[in-house]
C-alpha cells in the first residue's frame, strides 16, 4: 500500500495568511494526487486533481504542486471559510490511500 | 447536476451485516467510469473502501476485501455496499462517490469528483 502522510497534523493561522501543507507519499505517484477539503458534517470536497488541476469552481486562491512523492497545497490568502481539515489522496494504484489530514484553523 | 444519496439504517447490530445504497441522479451510472464508497470514523480519518467499473468490476481496499461486497444496478441508477460481521470499528460516516476522469497534462485523472452527504451507520446492540 502506498501511505499518505501530511505535515504539519493542524495549524493555526490569520485571516489573510498565506499557508501552505505538505503531503508525502511513501512510494511515487506521479502526478495521481488529489486534495481535499472538509468541514464539520460535510462531504470532502474536491479542490485538486492531478497535483495541480483545478477543480471547477474552485477559487484561484488554492494552488498545488508537486510530483513524485512530495506535493503542496497552498492557500494564498486565507479567508474565514478556508478553515477545514485537508486530505491529500493519491490515485495511481490500489488501494487508494488518504492522508491523516491537516486541521487549519484560527 | 450530478448528485448521489447514500440511504440505508443508522444502525446496525453487532455481527450483522451493513447495507448502503447509493442512489445517483444528474448522470447515467452505466456512463460513469467508476463508483466508490469511502467511510470516515467519528473523528477519524478517510479510508477507502471499494470501487466498482460500469462494467461491475469490483476493487477492494485488502483490509475490508473479506467482508465487503460492492455491486451495481443501472436499472435503478443505484449502486450499493454490504459490509459483514461488522463490529464497533464499523462505526463511520459512509460516503459514496464518483470517479471519473479529466485529462490533465497529458493524462487522464480518475479522481473523486462527486460524492454523497454522507450517512452515519452506528453499530451496536
Known amino acids: 500500500d502506498i501511505e499518505m502522510t501530511q505535515s504539519p497534523s493542524s495549524l493555526s493561522a490569520s485571516v489573510g495568511d498565506r499557508v501552505t501543507i505538505t503531503c508525502r507519499a511513501s512510494?511515487?505517484?506521479?502526478?495521481?494526487l488529489a486534495w481535499f477539503q472538509q468541514k464539520p458534517g460535510k462531504a470532502p470536497k474536491p479542490l485538486i486533481y492531478g497535483a495541480s488541476g483545478l477543480q471547477s469552481g474552485v477559487p484561484s486562491k488554492f494552488s498545488g504542486s508537486g510530483s513524485g512523492t512530495d506535493f503542496t497545497l497552498t492557500i494564498s490568502s486565507l479567508q474565514p471559510e478556508d478553515f477545514a481539515i485537508y486530505y491529500c489522496q493519491q490515485y495511481i494504484d490500489y488501494p487508494l490511500t488518504f492522508g491523516p489530514g491537516t486541521k487549519v484553523d484560527i | 447536476q450530478v448528485q448521489l444519496q447514500e440511504s440505508g439504517p443508522g444502525l446496525v447490530k453487532p455481527s450483522e451485516t451493513l447495507s448502503l445504497t447509493c442512489s445517483v441522479s444528474g448522470f447515467s451510472i452505466s456512463s460513469g467510469y467508476y463508483w466508490g464508497w469511502i467511510r470516515q470514523p467519528p473523528g477519524k480519518g478517510l479510508e477507502w473502501i471499494a470501487t466498482i467499473h460500469r462494467d461491475g468490476t469490483p476493487y477492494y481496499n485488502p483490509s475490508l476485501q473479506s467482508r465487503v461486497t460492492i455491486s451495481l444496478d443501472s436499472s435503478k441508477n443505484q449502486f450499493s455496499l454490504h459490509v459483514r460481521s461488522v463490529t464497533a470499528a464499523d462505526t463511520a460516516v459512509y460516503y459514496c462517490?464518483?470517479?471519473?476522469?479529466?485529462?490533465?497534462?497529458?493524462?487522464?485523472?480518475?479522481?473523486?469528483?462527486?460524492w454523497g452527504q454522507g450517512s452515519l451507520v452506528t453499530v451496536s446492540s
Open positions: 512510494q511515487g505517484v506521479g502526478t495521481y
Open positions: 462517490a464518483r470517479r471519473f476522469p479529466i485529462e490533465y497534462g497529458g493524462r487522464s485523472h480518475y479522481h473523486f469528483d462527486y
